[in-house]
């Protein structure tokens, strides 16, 4: 069975530090991989998605940036954190021709 | 683009049914997903309708118009755990995204 994890599960980091969160499928290949962010009172924002090794499509300008070194491995990053950046960060998959969507458990990031 | 419209709070009464709508303005159309989601935890998926009518799946049912853009959630028998927001998403027809709503809060009292 497939499987998806994130770390770390939570996180608080200052303005202006770096980040990265990271994510792995385990029991499948060549999944789509999307990383999306949900802040208060806001819905799922999509930010990065991934059709496979090293391609990587951003859905809005941002301080972020994605990368798909492996194929089962997908990681946000970013040189300099705002205040904006918190929320529940969610990594999901999916198969390739079917987009049911499947999430994991989530890293939530405060910025202070 | 998309644009989705879902009511923010609900509330219903142990054992009762209810109906959580979902409008859609979309440039493309390929299918319409509901997902479940408990407070501090990931969406689950719950169902989902790419052809008009009804699907079922247990408690739960949902319901899709494309001429009409619109669907819903239909839960019955509400237990406590049902309380949850009900997020409606709807794929492109690039078959690569999901376009999330706000969700629904639901709140299930005894």
Not at chain 1, 14 to 37: A, D, M, Q
Not at chain 1, 60 to 87: C, E, T, Y
Request: charged content about 15%; aromatic content about 12%.
């Amino acid at each position: 069975s497939q499987t998806i994890h994130q770390w770390p599960a939570t996180l608080v980091q200052p303005v202006g530090s770096p980040l990265s969160l990271e994510c792995t499928v385990e029991g499948t290949s060549n999944p789509n991989l999307y990383w999306y962010r949900q802040a208060a009172g806001r819905g799922l924002q999509l930010l990065f998605y991934s059709v496979g090794i090293g391609q990587i499509s951003s859905e809005v300008p941002q301080n972020l940036s994605a990368s798909r070194p492996q194929d089962r491995q997908f990681i946000l990053s970013s040189k300099k954190l705002l205040l904006s950046d918190s929320g529940f960060y969610l990594c999901a998959w999916s198969v390739e021709v079917d987009n049911e969507q499947f999430f994991g458990p989530g890293t939530r990031l405060t910025v202070l | 683009g998309q644009n989705i419209d879902q009511p923010t709070e609900m509330t219903a009464t142990e054992g009762a049914i209810v109906q959580i709508n979902c409008t859609y303005q979309t440039s493309g159309f390929n299918g319409l997903f509901w997902y479940q989601q408990h407070a501090g935890e990931a969406p689950t998926f719950l169902s989902y309708n790419v052809l008009d009518g009804l699907e079922e799946k247990g408690r739960f049912s949902s319901f899709l118009s494309r001429s009409k853009g619109y669907s819903y959630l239909l839960l019955k028998e509400l237990q406590m755990k049902d309380s949850a927001s009900y997020l409606c998403a709807v794929r492109d027809l690039g078959y690569s995204t999901l376009t999330f709503g706000k969700g629904t809060m639901l709140l299930v009292s005894p």
